[in-house]
């Protein structure tokens, strides 16, 4: 009995070692992720202070938001920064044309290692540094257009409602992805090198060749980069935050910003009617991710 | 001749195009070593006195800043890589009840936006009484890193040939010894990426720590520049100088790890 009890018992013993090993991720991702969700849904419905102030309120929140005049500015701002991102894309796609075309394998290297720096600093340094350089007084495009003798055209730039908007992109400037450069690079890469023998043979100028050949098989990563370019624009707020916090006015809030300063930015902070804007911004988000899936699988 | 204008053309083209890219990082380090004086009056040139203790007075403020961040980052770092990769060796090679639901459960999380959780984690950690503690940054930041890397970690584990891990069972090591031993020498690659990928995030993450760590000496050097930067208006050189300084680790964990970094991305995406 002996011999086959231990078998028994250790083959049960080997069925709990693996609860074991996937028991701690299982509860990060309970109690960090779905929680918070879970309860930010429920809250939604709620006029919550996260503390003694929790009262049922149905649709109450989801009335007020829509009626309220600075959700729908700050979803036309959105719009805005969504669709100067979709165009900014541009510049990336060009740029991994480019720098695919360059023959020389170590020419190709050193600028890929150049395009890619930026990565390397701190988005909040990028941020910080451009803030400066708006300065109206000291800044850099202020004492540019001075040294030029173009006084009359210094502008307040972040302080001017009908400017900001597009300070904020201009942010970015030169709008080199350098992530995005990396997946089209990896596109390239994997093409076929009879596409190109047969092209230059055919003596397509570079632009043709561009839109008959490179641009067409980048689909796949262009799509891949479209998605978190849209789900960026539609919930990110950190460049707002950190830059203008939504000012002057609310010419730079967008519904990311939003919900955080009804959470955190004042003081009768409503954390519930905070979570209902979250859980609208969650759906639309959502909904991106799952229309990227159909996206990708009909890819395959 | 049309050839050589053609390959001159490009080459001009991404040069100024990395030149645009680098100047404002240019004008950041040239700030740096400049007094205010000369930054107002003398904003593009670069004539000395250069004013190296610049440098020094940005160090005394940021230094605790970078242990700060150095802390949460690499703790988020190293627990996340130790669950993840834990978790994809049990879903990738274990056998349990229950195995597939569970591994969805996980799965399922990469697909919701985590929009919604901003305020609910922060109450939470509220209530776990972790509002100004390491704790509050590094449990949340293994949390939501959990779903892509534990399905990352389970497709290498399953990449691996079974008879490989057949053989250390015949020896009789136990399971977590296979693992240790086995697994991880054979998944460093994905380790190291997960674990770059992970302290960068948190490295860079302002709204978390904005919201949760707002006692001064606990501080992560992104809401602690932001910070610095409002209460210290007009100190230009050592404000640059403390964003050159706050730059320098990561330039140093990317040139450490950069072509696993790069490899890995290109990798992922390759496959689509």
């Known amino acids: 009995m002996s011999a086959l009890a231990a078998v028994t018992s250790k083959k049960k013993a080997a069925r709990f070692v693996g609860y074991a090993f996937v028991l701690p991720a299982v509860l990060f991702t309970a109690i960090f992720d779905y929680f918070p969700m879970l309860d930010g849904i429920w809250h939604s419905f709620y006029r919550w202070n996260g503390n003694n102030i929790e009262i049922f309120v149905g649709l109450g929140n989801f009335k007020e938001i829509l009626s309220d005049s600075v959700f729908w500015t700050s979803v036309r701002n959105m719009l805005f920064f969504l669709v100067c991102n979709i165009v900014l894309m541009l510049p990336t796609l060009v740029a991994s044309i480019v720098l695919f075309r360059i023959k020389h394998s170590r020419w190709q290297y050193a600028y890929r290692v150049l395009m890619c720096i930026p990565m390397f600093i701190p988005g909040i340094v990028i941020m910080l540094l451009w803030q400066f350089l708006y300065n109206p007084q000291y ?56 596409i190109w023998d047969a092209a230059a043979i055919d003596g397509a100028s570079p632009l043709q060749r561009a839109l008959s050949i490179e641009i067409p098989l980048l689909k796949g990563q262009f799509k891949l980069n479209l998605i978190s370019v849209l789900a960026g624009a539609v919930t990110g707020y950190n460049l707002q935050l950190v830059v203008t916090n939504g000012g002057p006015g609310f010419s730079t809030t967008v519904p990311g910003l939003y919900m955080y300063q009804h959470a955190f930015g004042s003081v009768n902070a409503d954390y519930g009617y905070a979570s209902a804007v979250g859980l609208l911004l969650f759906l639309i988000a959502l909904l991106i991710s799952l229309l990227s899936m159909k996206f990708i699988r009909s890819e395959e | 001749m049309m050839k050589n204008t053609a390959e001159f053309g490009k080459h001009l083209f991404l040069i100024v195009l990395g030149l645009l890219l680098l100047y404002p990082l240019i004008l950041m380090l040239q700030m740096s070593v400049k007094n205010t004086e000369q930054i107002v ?211 140093i964990l990317f040139s450490l790890g950069m072509r696993q970094f790069v490899q890995g991305l290109t990798g992922g995406a390759v496959k689509l």
């Open chain 1, 139 to 194: 800044g850099f495009l202020n004492q540019l257009l001075a040294s030029w003798g173009l006084e009359n055209l210094q502008q307040l730039w972040l302080g001017d409602p009908a400017m900001v908007k597009w300070c904020l992109v201009f942010i970015g400037f030169p709008w080199i992805g350098s992530i995005a450069l990396l997946i089209y690079l990896a596109g390239l890469q994997n093409l076929d090198s009879s």
């Open chain 2, 41 to 251: 009056y003398d904003f593009f040139g670069l004539s000395g006195p250069f004013h190296l203790e610049n440098y020094a007075r940005a160090w005394e403020e940021v230094s605790p800043m970078i242990w700060n961040s150095v802390v949460m980052a690499g703790g988020s770092a190293m627990i996340s890589v130790f669950v993840s990769g834990l978790a994809g060796y049990g879903f990738g090679k274990l056998k349990f009840v229950g195995k597939e639901p569970l591994y969805w459960l996980i799965f399922a999380k990469m697909m919701l936006p985590g929009v919604l959780n901003l305020i609910p984690s922060f109450v939470l950690a509220w209530k776990l009484n972790l509002l100004n503690s390491y704790f509050a940054v590094i449990l949340f930041a293994v949390g939501g890193a959990q779903p892509f890397w534990v399905f990352v970690m389970r497709t290498f584990v399953q990449g691996q040939p079974k008879e490989l891990f057949e053989s250390a069972k015949v020896d009789g090591a136990g399971e977590f010894r296979t693992f240790l031993f086995l697994a991880v020498p054979l998944l460093r690659p994905v380790l190291t990426l997960s674990a770059l990928n992970v302290f960068i995030n948190v490295w860079n993450d302002y709204i978390w720590p904005l919201v949760t760590i707002q006692s001064f000496d606990k501080r992560p050097i992104t809401t602690g520049l932001a910070y610095l930067a409002t209460t210290h208006v007009g100190e230009y050189g050592p404000l640059m100088a403390g964003y050159v300084i706050a730059s320098v680790p990561l330039v």
